[in-house]
């Protein structure tokens, strides 16, 4: 009942490098980090589609200060390191 188990192993190989020799380039050429990083900070708060056909069905609108106290919650959050937050406001 000893039987040994063969198991064939494939040979390892090295991976196929760019011919030229240059490492790709990012679609975001020219632009520096700082300015990449001030677009997406500038763009605020993002609420999923689910959330928002959610708002949407129900018909919902919310006030601008419920939309304060939920930017106060997703900070507040972001603050404990979270990066993406659900809060919920009554």
Sequence with gaps: MTDKIFVPLAPIR????P???Q???SKTQG???KDILANEIG???KFSAH??????????KL???QLNRIYSGV???ASKGACESLVLVD
């Design 19 to 21: 011919a030229s020799g």
């Design 75 to 77: 900070d507040k959050a």
């Design 14 to 17: 090295p991976i196929d490098k």
């Design 63 to 65: 006030t601008e200060s």
């Design 31 to 33: 632009k520096s980090f």
């Design 43 to 45: 763009k605020g708060l």
């Design 23 to 25: 490492s790709q380039v």
């Design 51 to 60: 959330a928002k056909a959610r708002l949407e069905a129900r018909n919902i």
